[in-house]
């Protein structure tokens, strides 16, 4: 086994700064390992980022920090899943959920399946996803998407959260635990005769060594492509948003749902955020479609607010470095590379990353980490490509270019054929090895929700050869399985209460 390195430095402290430290702290510290973590209070961190996949529950559950120890001092709430709205044109499928994945799907996941293949190969049989997802349920009817202690079946659930507030938290327990926390402004960056990473030097002449070197410094990425000129490959081929506008709004009245609202716009899409003390909202577009302007007064517009309100505006730079771990520095966070907020995965990546890197520094398996991590951003980025290319928009130019284009990776060639020629999509994710980056279950979700089948006057009814599911006895199974579960606003208190 290669033995851990004597020290490490990172650079930022953001949320991937902070993730990375606590995990690589909690693995090596016991060999000896000293953590240090410089970032900078002039530069600061870039603040959004509060939507996260499952992963962030396992992240915390590795660390034993309990739900009641960090989501109250973060403002977090429960996330069941995302919602898609105006993303389509087609009648009954102007907006869809994406459902995290719990074990309840097995019940009902093969009667969509077969649904959907029917109606793709032109029978008139109810295939939209929603009715068969009991976290698409939870999240319409306000509950939240924890499992009774008697509910035998896993139910995966995400977060949302204020990411400067989740900054802070791993900063206090990761340096309860040790890692030193460093406020510096990182000048220049000294390679030594072999080309590796030597030193980090900060603009008051401080100088800070180290055997091992993470980047997590943002989109300045300035150890990976500043001093190690690692390439950077851009995504803007076939994904178009670079910038974003966000503000947020006061909590509604009628109370908040489990999930994500992800809105089509006219040159992108605005996400609706719920936290505990307010929504988070930002417009995320292409400025080749839309001035920086036109989307506040886009964003202002949908969120009532008035012309001079306040919005923050932010660049975006989608893609990724070449490999994440060159010579003795790894890249992690946003200097690693970024995919548009859309499916809220950059935290996801960033956990995946880190204990990804544990392994193969284990096993001195760099090549294989680099090509792996790659992968992981291109089976996401195809996801990601999918909504854009099958979404049911052409109002504007935007849509059109994005509906249109032919910049598909052949995989996902692969699965939009077999979607379209009436093959089994599962099969087909099965085949490719992609289920690990989104299950056949999402596929699905995504190419029915957004209405991808013939049109209405196409489609004959189904005939004895066509098996109907009785779609009041799938609503009873999947309402009568979601009752269990308890109103959103109660599992937050409950949080509260002393342990
Ligand atoms: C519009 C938008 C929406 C997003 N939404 C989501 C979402 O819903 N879910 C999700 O998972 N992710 C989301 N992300 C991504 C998410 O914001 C980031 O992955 C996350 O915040 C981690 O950022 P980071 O730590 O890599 O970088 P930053 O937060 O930018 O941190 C960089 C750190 O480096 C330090 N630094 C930089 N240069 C120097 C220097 N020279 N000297 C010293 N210190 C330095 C800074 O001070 C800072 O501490 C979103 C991103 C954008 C742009």
């Not at 977090?76 to 994406?98: C, L, M, N, V």
């Not at 802070?168 to 030594?192: M, P, W, Y």
């Not at 607010?305 to 070449?322: A, F």
Request: proline letters at 6%; glycine letters at 8%.
């Amino acid at each position: 086994m290669n033995p851990p390195p004597r020290s490490v430095v990172i650079l930022g402290g953001g949320t991937a700064g902070w993730m990375t430290a606590n995990l690589l702290n909690r693995r090596w510290k016991e060999h000896g390992t000293k953590i240090s973590l410089i970032e900078s209070s002039a530069i600061g961190i870039i603040g959004v980022g509060e939507g996260s996949t499952p992963q962030l529950k396992a992240f915390f559950d590795t660390l034993g920090i309990s739900e009641a120890e960090w989501m109250p001092r973060c403002n977090a709430t429960y996330k069941a899943g995302i919602e898609f709205a105006g993303w389509s044109d087609q009648p009954g499928y102007e907006r869809y959920f994406h459902p995290f994945p719990t074990d309840v799907d097995g019940f009902t996941q093969g009667q969509f399946f077969y649904s959907t293949r029917a109606r793709r190969t032109g029978r008139d049989v109810p295939a939209h996803p929603d009715p068969f997802f009991i976290q698409a349920r939870i999240a319409r009817d306000g509950r939240a998407p924890l499992a009774p202690p008697n509910f035998p079946f896993l139910v995966s659930y995400g977060y949302h959260f204020d990411a400067h507030l989740i900054g802070a938290f791993l900063r206090d327990f990761g340096t309860a635990k040790g890692i030193e926390h460093i406020d510096a402004k990182i000048a220049s960056v000294e390679l030594n005769d072999a080309g590796d990473v030597a030193a980090l030097v900060a603009d008051d002449g401080r100088r800070f060594e180290a055997d091992f070197f993470v980047d997590a410094s943002g989109f300045r990425a300035a150890i990976i492509e500043g001093a190690l000129k690692e390439p950077h490959r851009p995504f803007a081929e076939n994904l178009f948003n670079d910038s974003a506008v966000v503000t947020p709004t006061p909590l509604p009245a009628d109370g908040i749902h489990a999930c994500t609202r992800s809105i089509a716009k006219s040159a992108g899409w605005i996400w609706n955020i719920p936290l505990t003390n307010r929504i988070g909202n930002g417009y995320v577009y292409s400025s080749r479609y839309i001035d920086r302007d036109d989307a506040a007064a886009e964003l202002r517009a949908h969120l009532g607010l008035g012309e001079d309100s306040e919005v923050r505006h932010l660049q975006m730079r989608c893609g990724r470095v070449e490999r994440s771990w060159v010579r003795n520095c790894l890249a992690v966070g946003l200097s690693q590379g970024f995919l548009e907020p859309l499916e809220a995965t950059a935290l996801h990546i960033v956990i995946n990353t880190a204990e990804s890197f544990l392994e193969a520094w284990e096993e001195e398996k760099r090549d294989e980490f680099n090509e792996k991590i790659a992968r992981r951003y291109e089976g996401i980025r195809d996801y990601l490509v999918c909504h854009y290319r099958t979404a049911q928009r052409s109002d504007t130019e935007y849509w059109r270019a994005l509906t249109k284009h032919n910049a598909l990776s052949d995989s996902l060639k692969g699965v939009i054929t077999a979607w379209f020629t009436g093959a089994d999509l599962e099969q087909e994710v099965l085949r490719q090895d992609i289920g690990k980056y989104y299950l056949p279950t999402s596929w699905h979700c995504m190419l029915a929700g957004y209405g991808n089948f013939p049109k209405q006057e196409q489609l004959k009814p189904p005939g004895p050869d066509v098996v109907q599911f009785n779609m009041a006895d799938v609503d009873r199974f999947v309402g009568g399985c979601a009752m269990n579960f308890p109103p959103l606003s109660e599992a937050l208190e409950r949080l509260k209460e002393p342990a």
